[in-house]
């Protein structure tokens, strides 16, 4: 929520429906003081790779209603802004906080799938699916991120 507040930000302080790169950069990096330049770069960029910003003819603006987002008197994004989630990461975690296991036991219950179950040919993201699955633990919200994932790392 943190990451979509920094990003509506500019656009409801602005009033405007789209912003320049160098805008958006005054913003954030000289008249907020929230980040350097390269972490504005940064920050625009993984907010493209989300969906959560549409650049065309240099223009960016928000892939999402911003009107719902009021930004916090004193909002100062953190550094976790910068994070990538990791929805595979996510669904173990989810995983191990239903079934009362730890990471670690559902990461080597994934990888034993992998290997005995698939000859070591099944995708980690596909795996860790199924063994929600198998748990009847909720994984839809995190399909079409996993997919993502899968073609951004083959």
Known sequence: M????????????????EMRKNELVYYYALDRKWMSTDEVNLLLKNA???????????????????????????FKPTSAIFEKK??????????????????????AEMNKLI????????LPE???AIIAK?????FEDKLEELKTSVKKNR
């Open 134 to 138: 198998r748990y009847k633990v909720p």
């Open 48 to 74: 493209e790779e989300e969906g959560l910003l549409i650049q065309d003819n240099g223009m960016f603006r928000p892939n999402f209603d911003i009107s719902g987002f009021v930004i916090p008197i004193g």
């Open 126 to 128: 596909a795996a860790i």
């Open 2 to 17: 943190t990451f979509q507040i920094t990003i509506a930000a500019p656009f409801r302080h602005s009033r405007k429906p």
């Open 115 to 122: 290997k005995d179950n698939f000859d070591g040919n099944l």
């Open 86 to 107: 990791n929805p595979s990461q996510e669904l173990i975690e989810r995983i191990a906080k239903a079934t009362s296991k730890k990471d670690t036991e559902v990461v």
